[in-house]
């Protein structure tokens, strides 16, 4: 007899335990029990039973039972007891909470590089605000990147970690290019080392089965380094077209009103 599964029939069936798999003969129940659960809970715990019978219009049917009480017993062993245990940690691998504390400290120190570069170039001699003020708020979006991290690594039961910081440079001159091309192309390897170690994070939510981390990177994360990359790379190439000369006061200038968020 051929089973067709109804998602909307869940009304409770009596519990038959042990019963495995009865071909039907007849106009009699078929019934079929689902074998116990996993290690990761994804298959019902001996509670699903799946049952088919011939109704008298012919109509097949077949109903699941969760018996969440029974399900729920594993589980409840597994609650923490410990006071320094987080409660709500589920399937979050430390190594997952490794890498999203490696990842805080990646956007910490791009957001420590940029600040050093917002300083440089508000410097009296050098007084290209429209840069300094691309590199400032630049410097907020990365410290903002990590804080959001820090709040995901809470929200999963994950402790946070700070990691120390390297001294960023802070002379920016370059004696070919000019400081207002070196920092752009300095800001756009950045990003990119930014992206190279965001898909890393994403590669560690994967291999560890992590959907919901997963599903976090590459909706709060990844197309917003894209879009990133593709500015600063606009930057570096209107840059090299006008040279280190004159054509800097008027990007500056540029940086400077607008308003649209300039952000990397
Ligand atoms: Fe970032
Ligand atoms: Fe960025």
């Given at each position: 007899m ?26 009699g ?8 659960s ?10 699903l ?5 011939n ?23 597994l ?11 589920q ?8 890498a ?16 050093a570069m ?7 001699n050098?007084?290209?605000k429209?840069?300094?003020k691309?590199?400032k ?8 990147h ?13 402790r ?14 370059h ?20 992206n ?14 992590d ?17 990133s ?14 040279g ?21």
């Amino acid at each position: 007899m051929p089973l067709t599964i109804s998602p909307s029939s869940t009304s409770i069936i009596s519990q038959r335990p042990n019963l495995g798999f009865f071909k039907n003969r007849g106009t009699g129940p078929a019934f079929i029990k689902l074998p116990k659960s996993n290690n990761n809970g994804n298959v019902g715990s001996g509670g699903l039973v799946i049952f088919a019978s011939n109704g008298a219009n012919n109509r097949q049917a077949l109903e699941v039972v969760f018996e969440p009480f029974e399900e729920v017993k594993k589980e409840l062993l597994l609650v923490p007891t410990e006071p320094n245990a987080s409660l709500a940690r589920q399937k979050y691998t430390d190594e997952s909470v490794a890498a999203i504390n490696e990842q805080i400290n990646v956007e910490y120190n791009v957001s420590y590089v940029y600040h050093a570069m917002y300083a440089y170039f508000d410097r009296d001699n050098v007084a290209l605000k429209g840069f300094a003020k691309f590199f400032k708020e630049s410097s907020a979006e990365e410290r903002g990147h990590a804080e959001k991290l820090m709040e995901y690594q809470s929200k999963r039961g994950g402790r946070v970690k700070l990691q120390s910081m390297l001294m960023p440079c802070s002379e920016f001159d370059h004696a070919e290019k000019g400081d207002a091309l070196h920092a752009m192309e300095l800001a756009l390897a950045l990003e990119k080392l930014n992206n190279e170690k965001l898909l890393n994070l994403h590669k560690t939510a994967n291999e560890n089965n992590d959907v919901h981390l997963v599903d976090y990177i590459e909706s709060e994360y990844l197309n917003e380094q894209v879009e990133s990359i593709r500015k600063i790379s606009e930057y570096v190439a209107q840059l090299r077209r006008i040279g280190p000369g004159h054509g800097v006061w008027h990007f500056d200038q540029m940086l400077l009103n607008d308003t649209a968020g300039v952000a990397a």
